[in-house]
């Protein structure tokens, strides 16, 4: 989840325990042709299934969680038929593509733990993967300096997905639909939320792999529940946006030390992803086809109403709370009713992260009559191949091997916050026994909502959050708030390219996947 003021410093590291990319194989070519080389090298590969075999719970979970839940180290915690790794043809990719380099851009923070995972697609595929670590304080800049040069010095990175936008209407990035069709990578396995926001743009084709699939949701304390006289019940515990209001007082004086309600109203964006949640619920839409700003309507400022009338309740600071802070109260017992990433859901059951334990349950959203059933798609990443890499498809490859489903229902079980977007995944028994939130998260992905990778989309999550922050604060009423962000959004989109005959971006293609969920029946 990004915090800094270009964009992004990541919710979370990637754990020592989970596959990212690099590799340290150097190859030597003299005078002998290149392809002779690289037949030979790909015969020096070991066997790729001693490579799988260790590829699996017992190496990549960690052991007090195998503990915790009595996972066996061949627990299978995926569809092997969905896990592409399991499935593709390593001996082809060997034959076309072992000895090549890619360079692999990533933050600094992400550097040492993929440096130290890097073998498995190296022995695999025999590709050579250089990391380029760039300071994450600087990475957007950093990356964005570079596409513009016109020489990227990387073939692939992985970012925050609100990016995309900026990235793909300036032609940076490369379409993978040839790839994804090769090498039968299952990309319908993923939620189609996430096919659509994460991997497709527009009418672009596909221009990204999903890598972190985030959603946001609404988690509870059953024991703070009891003492107000309300059982825990993923349904009923809180119906409504109404009820979360009402009882907000209550759950605040249940029990010392803990506050009726948790959310993030940080100035900038985290505010915008707060309303955003709420908001949908109502029905909200952000633009009509014209890509004209509509979100200053009813369903707008109802959502921001709702939240002024739960800061009330909220813990101290709420106004100034990002993830950080949500995530340390949250884990620290000191919220009874959270609203944040599924994460929260996962990470409260583990003892070494949290001091909630088994006190936790992930509800399905909260409804609000005469709107949507809406549950948020907000940020996370995705993974891309540069339109100047030299090695396209051995970058593709790699990015396929890093979201794979096997790796990504691993980072799951590790709740290290790195979400699996597979309906293969969520879908799974083992995996929903060790991760709380995941049957009502995948439940949930069939109906998500989702704002459009707009070009300088971050730009207007921070221009409408500082104005919503000044909503929380007392010093706007909603409907100004609003009305003056949809001013300021629409001036960002016309310094972009819109509204002047022909729009950088598809509305038509990109509406399905602004609400998946429409003319579904409930799931409850």
Request: glycine share 8%.
């Amino acid at each position: 989840m990004p915090i800094t003021k270009s964009g992004l410093i990541t919710r979370r590291s990637l754990l020592k325990s989970t596959a990212a990319a690099g590799a340290a194989l150097a190859v030597g070519t003299g005078s002998v042709p290149l392809v002779n080389i690289r037949r030979a090298y790909a015969q020096n590969l070991p066997n790729p299934a001693d490579v799988l075999a260790k590829i699996n719970v017992g190496n990549m979970v960690k052991k007090e969680y195998r503990e915790q839940y009595k996972l066996g180290d061949n627990d299978e915690l995926w569809d092997p038929k969905k896990d592409w790794i399991r499935t593709v043809d390593w001996e082809a990719i060997r034959k076309e593509h072992a000895g090549k380099t890619v360079r692999f851009a990533i933050g600094a923070a992400d550097r040492e733990s993929a440096q130290d995972q890097i073998e498995p697609f190296a022995q695999l595929s025999g590709i050579k993967i250089e990391l380029v670590a760039i300071p994450d304080d600087s990475m957007y800049d950093k990356v964005v300096a570079e596409f513009l040069s016109g020489n990227a010095s990387f073939d692939a990175i992985q970012f925050f997905s609100p990016w995309l936008g900026d990235f793909a209407a300036q032609g940076f990035l490369k379409p993978l639909d040839e790839y994804v069709a090769k090498w039968n990578l299952p990309f319908d396995d993923f939620y189609e939320t996430y096919q659509l926001n994460y991997g497709h743009w527009a009418d672009k084709g596909i221009l990204g792999i999903p890598f972190d699939c985030d959603i946001q949701m609404v988690h509870i304390r059953p024991s703070i529940f009891k003492k107000i006289g309300i059982d825990a019940d993923r349904v009923k515990s809180i119906e409504t946006y109404d009820d979360m209001i009402r009882i907000a007082p209550e759950l605040n004086k249940a029990e010392k030390g803990v506050n009726g309600i948790g959310m993030m109203c940080g100035r900038g964006f985290w505010a915008t992803y707060t309303w955003q949640h709420i908001a949908a619920q109502y029905g909200l839409e952000l633009f009509n086809e014209n890509w004209e700003p509509i979100f200053n309507g009813d369903a707008g400022v109802k959502g921001l109403e709702t939240i002024v009338a739960l800061s009330k309740h909220a813990i101290e600071g709420v106004a100034a709370a990002d993830w950080p802070t949500n995530r340390a109260a949250w884990l620290g017992g000191q919220i009874a009713c959270n609203i944040s990433w599924q994460d929260s859901g996962t990470q409260a059951t583990r003892p070494d992260q949290s001091k909630i334990g088994e006190d936790v349950l992930t509800i399905f959203e909260p409804r609000v009559k005469g709107g949507n059933f809406a549950p948020p798609n907000i940020a996370g990443s995705t993974s891309c191949v540069t339109a100047s890499s030299p090695e396209p498809e051995a970058a593709f490859l790699m990015l396929a091997y890093l979201t794979t489903a096997s790796i990504m229902a691993m980072n799951e079980a590790n709740a290290n916050g790195v979400a699996p977007g597979y309906k293969s995944v969520l879908n799974n028994a083992k995996l929903q026994a060790v991760s709380q939130p995941a049957k009502v998260w995948g439940e949930e992905l069939n109906y998500a909502w989702c704002a459009p990778r707009l070009p300088s989309g971050f730009q207007i999550d921070q221009e409408i959050g500082f104005l919503i922050n000044k909503v929380v604060v007392g010093e706007m009423q909603p409907k100004a708030a609003l009305d003056e962000a949809a001013v300021k959004v629409k001036d960002i989109m016309s310094k972009n390219g819109f509204y002047q005959g022909k729009d950088p971006m598809n509305f038509a293609a990109t509406k399905p996947g602004m609400w998946v969920g429409r003319g579904k029946p409930l799931p409850f």
